[in-house]
């Protein structure tokens, strides 16, 4: 069902895409812009979805797909053109494809939809406070062990989730 909400979330994916070419074409400050709009989107297509109880198995689909599209797409991009260190971009970009892959998997096995976590939305709070200090050159190696750490805790945090939801672990 097509509402607001999911239309918010299929507008972020297409500035995902305006995000990622103006920062490969090195527009810093046209960039930080369209990633702060597309910010903006995530958190009002939730609110409206969860206020209007407009919560629709495709917004299910969509929220979290834009934002893996938005974070993949920053990651490799700073990597590429703004010093981003290998590493860290090859950790997260494994760790947001790791949770495309699972989600999928638990969606087709279990039918079911795992939403956000607490570690989930912190790792994405301080990503974006990296994304735009490597952006603007502002001390961006004080967020880089604080990324990676977030990243480690919500990758180990989703994979018990996974786990939990197919079964394989138990919780008493």
Do not use: C, E
Not at 71 to 84: K, P, S, T
Not at 86 to 96: K, T, V
Not at 140 to 155: C, E, Y
């Amino acid at each position: 069902m097509m509402n607001i909400p999911n239309i918010l979330s299929l507008s972020r994916i297409v500035l995902a895409f305006i995000f990622a070419i103006l920062l490969f074409s090195s527009y810093k400050f046209l960039a930080a812009g369209i990633f702060l709009l597309a910010i903006v989107t995530d958190v009002l297509d939730g609110y409206l979805a969860r206020k209007y109880n407009q919560i629709t198995l495709l917004g299910k689909i969509l929220d979290p797909a834009a934002d893996r599209l938005l974070a993949l797409l920053a990651f490799l991009i700073l990597y590429l053109n703004h010093g981003l260190p290998a590493g860290l971009a090859i950790f997260a970009i494994f760790y947001h494809l790791y949770i495309v892959l699972g989600w999928v998997l638990v969606f087709q096995i279990k039918n079911i939809t795992l939403p956000h976590t607490f570690w989930g939305k912190l790792n994405s709070f301080v990503q974006t406070i990296m994304f735009f200090a490597v952006i603007f050159d502002f001390y961006p190696n004080v967020f880089f062990g604080a990324v990676t750490i977030t990243l480690a805790v919500a990758f180990i945090n989703y994979t018990f989730r996974g786990f939990v939801a197919l079964n394989i672990f138990k919780i008493k």
